[in-house]
């Protein structure tokens, strides 16, 4: 249990020393992992049945070689692939945001350094050095937010495509 209040102390320490800049991080990172691993929840164990639900629905098409029947196929793979690709953008965006918002707590940080510098004339270098961790901890928070991130999003935009091209696939016009 002292573990737990150790990380709390831990936590509120960091928020206090990356500034206003962190809070937003972390709701980006919620954000961000809620629709990652929405995608692989859905990958794992949703994508099974709607490709099924596709595949019955071609089947029950009765001229796959006909002109409507090229826009009925077109059509069911657009459908899938919009339910195949949901949410894959929004995690890029937050993947971008991350650092950029990382970026924007140095940026305020080193403000509020030149600010002390302008007022005490360097001599207060505890203030200063409050100041270069507020610049510092937001872009670091920022790019652990952003790296793993990446690596998620690929293994989501491989695994998408995987099933795009494998819907494609099985949907033959025999």
Do not use: C
């Not at 070689?65 to 793979?77: D, E, Y």
């Not at 600010?115 to 270069?132: E, F, P, S």
């Amino acid at each position: 249990m002292a573990f737990l209040f150790g990380l709390q102390d831990t936590l509120l320490d960091f928020f206090e020393k990356g500034g206003g800049v962190v809070v937003f991080i972390s709701f980006l990172i919620i954000f961000m992992w809620s629709f990652i691993l929405e995608r692989f929840w859905y990958f794992k164990y949703i994508h099974e049945d709607v490709e099924k639900d596709i595949q019955n629905a071609w089947q029950e098409t009765s001229d796959h070689k006909s002109w409507s029947g090229h826009q009925i196929r077109a059509m069911l793979i657009s459908k899938a692939n919009v339910k195949i690709k949901s949410n894959l953008e929004y995690i890029r965006v937050a993947i971008v945001l991350a650092p950029l918002l990382g970026l924007l707590g140095t940026i305020l940080g080193m403000i509020e350094v030149f600010h002390i510098l302008a007022v005490t004339g360097g001599g207060d270098a505890k203030a200063m050095a409050g100041g270069v961790a507020k610049s510092t901890i937001p872009a670091m928070a920022g790019l652990m937010a952003a790296i793993p991130a990446t690596f998620a999003s690929r293994i989501l935009e491989e695994k998408a495509k995987k099933q795009s091209d494998l819907l494609q696939e099985h949907l033959t016009f025999e």
